[in-house]
């Protein structure tokens, strides 16, 4: 195969391998909610084309959200994006080649990113990675793998002396990602996802024709959670 298509097979695995993130559910009862952090991660791979960046949140704070939309919106500004929730890898993953398969690409992962960034910066998203890390999931090899994945490139760089313009973004909850000594291979920036304020719930809540005053006060703070929101606006609705 010639390089271009090797690159054109390389973008159509990215997309592909890409859907189930990018298909998450990024809208409560067909609203979204504005989260400052996407701006700032957007203008961090910007400004950072190599590097790793650690996305912290709290449980049902949304992070899988967030990143199906930064997922959308890197696309829409033609950059290349390979999106991997770790959770919904197959628990019996043994290689990045069975990650490959999995994820229905035709050729290798790391392979695929590496044509890519031959031909301009690539982004690389590991959705929970705290959901297969030592805490919860002592059995399967799914998180070696996403942290092979994850450092591959800062190896690279070692070996080649240059920097391929690929940057990894990881998510997880804060409670593994200190509990598990692994994340600090990583050597990643953090950025901390905060949780909507109470104002934005309630023109989310007005939006959909609910008035907020059939929050009860004490699920005022539990609503901020995205996820729990989005289970109060289905009972409402």
Do not use: C
């Amino acid at each position: 195969k010639s390089d271009s298509e090797n690159i054109e097979t390389a973008k159509t695995d990215a997309e592909i391998g890409s859907e189930a993130l990018k298909s998450w559910t990024k809208t409560i009862g067909g609203q979204y909610i504005e989260r400052p952090e996407l701006v700032q991660l957007i203008q961090r791979i910007r400004d950072t084309p190599f590097g790793t960046t650690l996305v912290i949140g709290e449980a049902g704070s949304g992070k899988s959200a967030l990143f199906a939309e930064l997922v959308s919106r890197l696309q829409a500004q033609g950059m290349a994006v390979f999106a991997i929730k770790a959770d919904l890898l197959p628990t019996n993953v043994q290689t990045l080649m069975d990650v490959s398969t999995a994820l229905g690409l035709q050729g290798h992962l790391l392979k695929q990113i590496e044509a890519l960034a031959w031909d301009g910066p690539v982004v690389v998203l590991i959705d929970q990675l705290d959901a297969v890390s030592e805490v919860m999931d002592r059995s399967s090899e799914r998180m070696r793998l996403m942290l092979q994945l994850a450092n591959h490139f800062r190896e690279k760089k070692r070996v080649e002396n240059r920097e391929p313009p690929v940057h990894v973004l990881v998510s997880s909850r804060q409670f593994e990602a200190e509990y598990d000594a692994r994340f600090q291979s990583l050597q990643a920036e953090t950025v901390r996802l905060a949780l909507p304020t109470y104002e934005q719930v309630e023109v989310l809540l007005q939006n959909l024709n609910i008035s907020p005053d059939e929050a009860p006060g004490a699920l005022r703070e539990t609503l901020r959670r995205p996820f729990a929101l989005r289970l109060f606006v289905d009972v409402l609705r």
